[in-house]
């Protein structure tokens, strides 16, 4: 008689594997059960068997095996009368470290909602195996009920027989529910439950076809929901979220939807199907969107993720809503209830009485060269690890202000948290001080041995690992980036790499954004970047174009009656230039800023990179091929006569001029230093590349000029991905 015992590793645990190893081992004697590392799996059976095969053949579609390790054992008898599956265990202090993110709706149970025989019928908060909340309600990493925010709900009957059954498709789905058990819906109106169940949600549906704006509690959090056709609805959205620039977000009732849209490629569908759900910012293919789309090319689009999304439609007959996350603009996603029926300005709230633990934001991607680029690492991401070998335990990185996402690491693992926007707002910090606890604790961190953060000298998220950690490091943030690129590339040789951003403290004390590294071997070193130009008025500049324009102009000129002419209506502000001390900065993010101020396209930012964004996006209109003159001195770009030239012409061709020169000079300067150090490999980061003429533009000069290129896919192409690159430099003992 043989025992097997055999432990599998990765992400296996909130996805249905201890239901398959059953249903696969039930005619044998043994166990199966979740432990704090991996699943568990006793086997007792009188010949041997192909135990790796067997699992690696019917793992649950959303599994991930990391690895599979097995020991086989002589005994005398079967200890065991039946195969069962066990109680999840603790063991030796090891906390699990494979949750699973919270996934969209399978098909299986989008089918079931629509079924009028099935029993979930309609049922608003239909889950199984496949699908459904994991990390927004789970209260540690071992996945069990008792853990998570169902155990607030009693099993019916029915739902138990499924529970137990293991012929059930529901067979030990921890998120087991159905409209006579589980959470509820409840439409509420100036703070009272008026309606619940179908009832709440046939009302919800009709109010939005009436112009009505909603709260809607979903996964993670709250959306702010309209008819995005609608016109009145639209403007009173953007009114709550004092939003009047920024695109909105849409939902579509199907994938058919999505293509009346916008113009997809096979990659965007799959993932617009997947269970992440993102939302994907795709090229826009009419105005029908237009009063959420704004000035933008691009429709922020996703599909129904969960099943309330799809009653909404069913019953409005709606083909989009609006959905943007529930808050004023730069602040924290809603989603406790009791904020949401204090929230003012909406017409309704349509909300569940499942406790969210946890907010997490819809993720964002863009296909670039048919390439993934993610924008915001959340919802169906986050908090998936990364597994790489020789990663010491209890590692905390902080990564950046304006975009955070933290990361830990446990044994040979990298986990990377959800989003948090930008930290300056004070309640987006504590949440991002909530997340820090909340990740140490989710998995059993209990003291941190290290904890990196960004050099700047007055990030909130340094200057908290200062005050709370005894032992810490500081990463320069572009070779963080550059770093990040390393790591999620498992590349540990010789490399270029080219980091474009807005700001980031520089070695020198100087802002730097567009800058040039060589690493070779141990050591990252800046070899170039662009050249240094002047910012007055301090922060105030990022928030007001104009501001950049003149510095630069200033500079390239050293003629204010110039720079007063060019912007007559702001000559008060500009006078004042030549007695103010100045900042220097290479910021890439900055150039864009000041081209877009001085082709009058955004004076003014209402949002983050707003004028970069409208830039780019006049830029798409026009197929100009001309390139600017610009000098490159000892790989130092300088676009002082690139900014004259612009200056000069004032015309909106100048969007396409300027990115086509500005991708030529970064070119030329790569080449140029990959020729001289003899490194053919490129790194790409930073969140300029989010602009897809500038990403896919360079990309396809360097691979024509025969050089490999890594970019960060799986992780943030922005400061998301900090974190990431923080914990790789402090791996590797980079010298930096």
């Known amino acids: 008689m043989l025992a097997i015992k055999v432990k599998i590793y990765g992400i296996v645990q909130g996805v249905g594997f201890r239901p398959v190893l059953y249903n696969i081992f039930k005619s044998y004697t043994g166990w199966v059960r979740n432990s704090s590392c991996c699943v568990e799996l006793y086997i007792e059976s009188a010949k041997p068997i192909n135990i790796e095969r067997i699992i690696i053949k019917n793992k649950p579609k959303n599994a991930f095996i990391r690895s599979i390790d097995y020991s086989v054992h002589k005994i005398k008898k079967c200890a065991y009368r039946s195969f069962v599956i066990k109680y999840s265990q603790e063991k030796n202090n090891q906390k699990n470290i494979n949750i699973t993110p919270d996934w969209g709706m399978c098909k299986s149970c989008q089918k079931e909602l629509f079924d009028i025989t099935n029993r979930r019928y309609l049922h608003p908060l239909i889950t199984c195996t496949d699908c459904g909340p994991r990390f927004s309600i789970a209260k540690d990493g071992l996945f069990d009920r008792l853990n998570t925010t169902m155990s607030a709900f009693e099993m019916c009957n029915a739902c138990t027989k499924e529970y137990t059954d293991s012929s059930q498709r529901r067979f030990h789905a921890q998120t ?53 056709l609608d016109k009145l609805a639209v403007e009173k959205i953007k009114y709550i979220k004092h939003r009047e620039e920024k695109p909105f977000a849409v939902i579509v009732r199907d994938i058919e939807t999505a293509k009346k849209y916008a113009y997809l490629q096979k990659s965007e569908i799959d993932i617009l199907e997947s269970q992440i759900k993102p939302i994907l910012l795709a090229k826009s293919k009419n105005d029908y969107l237009k009063l959420v789309n704004l000035e933008s090319p691009f429709v922020g689009i996703m599909l129904p993720y969960a099943p309330i999304h799809l009653l909404l439609f069913y019953f409005s007959r709606l083909d989009c809503l609006a959905a943007t996350s529930a808050n004023l603009s730069e602040s924290p996603l809603i989603y406790k209830d009791s904020d949401a029926v204090n929230f003012s300005g909406v ?51 902080l990564g950046a202000d304006m975009k955070n996402n933290i990361a830990i690491t446990l044994k040979d693992t990298i986990v990377l948290s959800q989003y948090t926007p930008d930290l300056s707002n004070y309640e987006n910090y504590e949440q991002f001080s909530r997340k820090v606890n909340d990740f140490l604790s989710f998995f059993d961190i209990k003291k941190v041995d290290l904890a990196i953060c960004d050099k700047h000298p007055n990030y909130l998220s340094s200057s908290y690992a200062r005050e709370a950690f005894p032992c810490v490091v500081e990463t320069q943030h572009h070779k963080a980036h550059f770093a990040s690129v390393l790591m999620e590339n498992d590349y540990y040789g010789d490399c270029v790499a080219v980091v474009l951003d807005g700001t980031g403290f520089g070695d020198d004390g100087n802002i730097w954004g567009g800058e040039f590294f060589v690493k070779e071997k141990t050591l990252i070193k800046r070899i170039g970047h662009i050249k240094y130009f002047p910012i007055f008025f301090g922060d105030k500049a990022i928030k007001e174009p104009y501001r950049i324009a003149a510095s630069y102009m200033y500079e390239v000129t050293k003629d204010i009656e110039y ?174």
């Open 176 to 228: 087991i529910s159905c409209k006579q058990c589980g959470p509820r819906y409840f439409y509420v109106k100036n703070n009272q439950a008026v309606l619940k169940d179908i009832q709440a949600i046939q009302k919800a549906a009709i109010d939005l076809t009436r112009s009505k704006v909603g709260l809607l509690k979903g996964i993670g959090g709250y959306h702010l929901i309209c008819n995005c």
């Open 347 to 397: 017409d309704f709230v349509l909300l569940h009485n499942r406790k969210i633990l946890r907010p997490i934001e819809d993720s964002i991607v863009h296909f670039s060269l048919n390439k993934q680029l993610i924008y915001r690492y959340a919802r169906g991401f986050a908090p998936s690890p990364f597994y790489l070998k020789g990663v010491k335990p209890n590692i905390l990185a």
């Open 563 to 736: 720079v007063k002419f060019l912007f007559p209506e702001y000559k008060d502000v500009i006078s004042l230039i030549p007695k103010l001390k100045p900042a220097l900065t290479s910021s890439a993010g900055r150039l864009f800023d000041a081209v877009s101020a001085l082709i009058n396209i955004k004076h003014k930012n209402t949002f983050e990179a707003q004028s970069a964004m409208l830039l780019e996006y006049e830029a798409e209109k026009h197929k100009s091929t001309k390139i600017l003159d610009y000098k490159i001195n000892d790989f130092i770009i300088d676009f002082s006569e690139t900014l004259k030239t612009i200056a000069k012409r004032r015309d909106l061709l100048s969007a396409r001029v300027f990115h086509n020169t500005f991708t030529q000079a970064i070119f030329e300067n790569v080449l140029s230093i990959s020729k001289h150090t003899g490194i053919d490999t490129i790194a790409l980061g930073g969140g300029v590349f989010q602009n897809s003429l500038v990403f896919a533009g360079l990309y396809k000069k360097l691979i024509k000029a025969g050089l490999k290129v890594m970019f960060n896919s799986r992780f943030p192409i922005n400061d998301g991905s900090i974190a990431i690159g923080q914990i790789y430099l402090a791996k590797e003992g980079i010298c930096v």
